[in-house]
C-alpha cells in the first residue's frame, strides 16, 4: 500500500510557466522527501523536508509542508523542457524505521 | 564523487531462473535500502540494512527474495524461481547514517521474466 498520493496525476505546461503538485499522507512522519524521476533512469532527490519545518526553498523548488492537514506541495518556477520527469513525495514514517513509502507520482510535461 | 551504482542494468530471465542483482553503494554510507519499481508505479520497499544487519525484511513479496549485506557495504538481492510477476525495476539506495537522512539511488536494474 501507499502512504502518499500526489495530484495531479499528469501535467502539462509550457515552458517558462509554474507548475505545482501536491501529495498527502496518512500517518505521522518524521520527514517527507521529493524526488525526481526521468523516463528509464534512477531518482534523483530533490528536497528533504522534516516534519517541523514548514517550507525549502532549492533554486527554482520551494517545498511546503502541512503537518495538520498531513499534505505537502511542490512548485517548480519557471519550468524549462528538462524538468520533464515524473515527480515522486516519499515519507519517513514514524513507526515504520527508516525505510520511504512512496506515492504515485506526478507526470510532468514541460512543452518548449 | 561516485554515486550508488548497480548491476546489471538490464536481467532478462526465463520463468524459474534464479536472478542475483548488485548494488555498491556510497562509501561509507551506513544504511541500505532495496525497493521494487512496477512499470508506472511508485518504488515499494522491500528491505533494509544498517551495516551488514539486515533490520527489515518486511516488504520482500515471498521467500523467493532473498537480500544479503555479508561485510555491510556491497549488497546482492536474489530472486529464486523467478515468476512473471517479478518483472520490475530494483532500486537500490543508501543513506549515511540511519533515519532522517536523504536515500541516494542507483539507476536500478531493470528485471523481465519472460
Known amino acids: 500500500s501507499q502512504q502518499g498520493e500526489e495530484d495531479p496525476q499528469a501535467l502539462s505546461i509550457q515552458e517558462g510557466e509554474n507548475a505545482t503538485m501536491n501529495c498527502s499522507y496518512k500517518?505521522?512522519?518524521?520527514?517527507l522527501q521529493w524526488y525526481r524521476q526521468n523516463s528509464g533512469r534512477g531518482l534523483v532527490h530533490l528536497i528533504l523536508?522534516?516534519?517541523?519545518?514548514r517550507e525549502k526553498h532549492s533554486g527554482r523548488l520551494r517545498v511546503t509542508l502541512d503537518t495538520s492537514k498531513k499534505s505537502s506541495s511542490l512548485l517548480i518556477t519557471a519550468s524549462r523542457a528538462a524538468d520533464t520527469a515524473s515527480y515522486f513525495c516519499?515519507?519517513?514514517?514514524?513507526?515504520?524505521?527508516?525505510?520511504?513509502?512512496f506515492g504515485g507520482g506526478t507526470r510532468v510535461l514541460v512543452k518548449p | 564523487g561516485a554515486g550508488v551504482s548497480q548491476s546489471p542494468r538490464y536481467k532478462v530471465a526465463k520463468r524459474g531462473q534464479d536472478v542475483a542483482l548488485r548494488c555498491d553503494p556510497i562509501?561509507?554510507?551506513?544504511?541500505l535500502f532495496w525497493y521494487q519499481q512496477a512499470l508506472g508505479q511508485g518504488p515499494e520497499f522491500l528491505t533494509y540494512?544498517?551495516?551488514?544487519?539486515?533490520?527489515?525484511k518486511s516488504g520482500l513479496p515471498s521467500d523467493r527474495f532473498f537480500a544479503e549485506r555479508p561485510e555491510g557495504s556491497v549488497s546482492t538481492l536474489k530472486i529464486q524461481r523467478t515468476q512473471q510477476e517479478d518483472s520490475a525495476v530494483y532500486l537500490c539506495?543508501?543513506?549515511?547514517?540511519?533515519?532522517?537522512?536523504?536515500?541516494?539511488f542507483g539507476p536500478g536494474t531493470r528485471l523481465l521474466v519472460l
Open positions: 539506495a543508501s543513506s549515511f547514517l540511519a533515519g532522517q537522512e536523504t536515500q541516494y
Open positions: 500517518t505521522s512522519i518524521n520527514n
Open positions: 523536508i522534516r516534519s517541523n519545518e
Open positions: 516519499a515519507t519517513e514514517v514514524k513507526a515504520a524505521g527508516n525505510k520511504l513509502t
Open positions: 562509501s561509507g554510507h551506513v544504511s
Open positions: 540494512f544498517q551495516n551488514e544487519a539486515q533490520l527489515d
